[in-house]
């Protein structure tokens, strides 16, 4: 059964930083690209960054780009997200997931297994 | 950016009746295009992939369509638990983005 659990979410002040966690279990973790998808109270949601499985490709939404770093540590079965520079408008519910392979020759595809989230929460 | 319109913003549906959501691309994302349904309190699920294919243990009622810039979501024959928030999201190429989603109410 595919896991996903996520941690490390808390109240921050602005400019601060945090790390989030995914534990992942039930698959062969580096073989699949994963990602953080972010939900603001009330809101929709938002693809923040993807990794492949190799972690070699990484993307950013232009909201994060040069705050936040998306890794992965195979060997720990683990996927992060660390924030830097936070503001009030990065206070949401950050979900991992997995993502199955569909677009042909690549890693990327919809994310077919979430985690529960874990909220954030940016205020002085 | 693509951008991913969805309407209508509230569906309400008498249980048993057809329910159809749309979504638009403001360029073509071909078939790179996913369905999520997102209960209160809970983590959005995959229900359909490649704009028309039913993910692992997704009822039948469910049908996706379209290509290009224009999609739908048709649930045939609505069920109470099918009440729910539905999203579109492309990921034909980066950034991959969601729609503002659609809110599915039971009569």
């Known amino acids: 059964e595919v896991q996903l659990l996520e941690s490390g979410g808390d109240l921050v002040q602005p400019g601060g930083s945090l790390r989030l966690s995914c534990a992942a279990s039930?698959?062969?973790?580096?073989?699949?690209?994963m990602t953080w998808v972010r939900q603001a109270p009330g809101k929709g949601l938002e693809c923040v960054s993807l990794i492949s499985g190799s972690g070699g490709d990484t993307y950013y939404a232009d909201s994060v780009k040069g705050r936040f770093t998306i890794s992965r540590d195979n060997s720990k079965n683990t996927l992060y997200l660390q924030m830097n520079s936070l503001r009030a408008d990065d206070s949401a519910v950050y979900y991992c997931a997995k993502l199955v392979p569909f677009r042909a020759g690549t890693p990327w595809g919809p994310s077919d297994y979430w985690g529960q989230g874990t909220l954030v929460t940016v205020s002085s | 950016e693509t951008v991913m319109t969805q309407s209508p913003a509230t569906l309400s549906v008498s249980p048993g009746e057809r329910a159809t959501l749309s979504c638009r691309a403001s360029q073509s994302v071909n078939n790179n295009l996913a369905w999520y349904q997102q209960k209160p309190g809970q983590a959005p699920s995959l229900l359909i992939y490649?704009?028309?294919t039913r993910a692992s243990d997704i009822p039948a009622r469910f049908t996706g369509g379209g290509s290009g810039t224009d999609f739908t979501l048709t649930i045939s024959s609505l069920q109470s638990e099918d009440s729910a928030v539905y999203y579109c999201?492309?990921?034909?190429?980066?950034?991959?983005?969601f729609g503002q989603g659609t809110r599915v109410e039971i009569k």
């Open positions: 490649g704009a028309s």
């Open positions: 039930g698959f062969t973790f580096s073989t699949y690209a």
């Open positions: 999201q492309h990921f034909n190429n980066w950034p991959w983005t």
